[in-house]
C-alpha cells in the first residue's frame, strides 16, 4: 500500500454465506490475540431478528448473505489477518493487497435501507388474499395487482397483474409493493 491512513473507514470482506457470525467471532477473537484489535471500530453483519407472528419463533433474517461490514484503519498486517481467516474469501473492490473502502454515504444507505425493511416488515402482517396492491419497485413499476398468495415465512407475495389484458402472475418480496388504499 502506497499510503497509510489513520483515519477508520468501511470495507466489505466477502465470507461463506450462512456462517457471517462465525466468521465475525473468528475475526474479533484473532483481532484481540494478535493486538490489532485497535485498529477496528465496528464488525457489522447486516441483519435483524424477525419475530412471526404465527408461531412466535425469531430468526435472523440477513440483509446481505455472505458479507461482513468491518470500519477500521487498514494495513497490510489487518489485510493479511482477515484474509487468513477461515471462511473468508476476502475483500469487495480493489485488489489483494489494497482493498478499496466504502464511503461511509453508502453504508448509511444500506443501514437505511435495513430500518426501512425492518418497518415494512412489521406492516407486512396485514398483506391478505385478495388485497389490491400497487407495485413500487422494479420492472412492473407502477403496476396494480390483486393478492393471489402470502407466503410471510419468505415474505413473498404472488400477485396477479393485468399485462396485454390477462391475468400475469408475479412472485414479488413484500418491500416492492404497497397496499392501495
Do not use: C
Not at 93 to 115: R, W
Amino acid at each position: 500500500m502506497s499510503e497509510q491512513s489513520s483515519e477508520k473507514k468501511w470495507y466489505i470482506l466477502q465470507t461463506s454465506a450462512g456462517y457471517e457470525a462465525r466468521v465475525k467471532l473468528l475475526i474479533e477473537k484473532e483481532l484481540k490475540l494478535q493486538g490489532q484489535d485497535a485498529f477496528v471500530e465496528e464488525i457489522f453483519i447486516p441483519s435483524e431478528e424477525v419475530t412471526s407472528k404465527k408461531n412466535d419463533k425469531t430468526r435472523k433474517v440477513t440483509y446481505y448473505p455472505g458479507y461482513i461490514f468491518i470500519k477500521m484503519i487498514i494495513s497490510p498486517d489487518l489485510i493479511s489477518l482477515l484474509r487468513g481467516i477461515n471462511r473468508v474469501s476476502g475483500f469487495i473492490g480493489g485488489t489483494k493487497e489494497n482493498p478499496v473502502f466504502v464511503p461511509e454515504s453508502e453504508i448509511n444507505k444500506i443501514l437505511d435501507q435495513i430500518q426501512n425493511g425492518i418497518k415494512q416488515t412489521e406492516a407486512d402482517s396485514t398483506f391478505q388474499v385478495g388485497d389490491k396492491i400497487i407495485v413500487i419497485e422494479g420492472p412492473f413499476a407502477e403496476f396494480n395487482g390483486t393478492i393471489d398468495n402470502v407466503d410471510k415465512e419468505h415474505s413473498k407475495l404472488s400477485v396477479l397483474v393485468n399485462i396485454f389484458g390477462r391475468p400475469t402472475p408475479l412472485e414479488l418480496s413484500f418491500d416492492k409493493v404497497k397496499p392501495i388504499e
